[in-house]
């Protein structure tokens, strides 16, 4: 599984990483970085919830 941005959508909003801080970071400016782009399978179900959370639609996992 890979997780994948839009960084043309991302906003930095956060709320992936209030709902997965192992595997996103929100910096100083607001610029969200993926700590982790190719997470175990035992992580889909958080990861697909965080991914759901983003107001904007810039997350989605492949594979």
Request: hydrophobic residues 40%; proline residues 3%.
């Given at each position: 599984?890979?997780?994948?941005?839009?960084?043309?959508?991302?906003e930095g909003?956060?709320?992936?990483?209030?709902?997965?801080?192992?595997?996103?970071?929100?910096?100083?400016d607001d610029?969200?970085?993926?700590?982790?782009e190719n997470?175990?399978?035992?992580?889909?179900?958080?990861?697909?919830?965080?991914?759901?959370?983003?107001?904007?639609?810039?997350?989605?996992?492949?594979?």
């Amino acid at each position: 599984m890979r997780i994948v941005v839009d960084r043309d959508k991302c906003e930095g909003v956060g709320m992936c990483e209030s709902m997965a801080h192992e595997f996103f970071e929100l910096d100083d400016d607001d610029v969200m970085h993926v700590l982790d782009e190719n997470p175990g399978e035992e992580h889909r179900k958080e990861l697909s919830a965080a991914v759901a959370s983003c107001p904007v639609l810039a997350l989605s996992l492949e594979g």
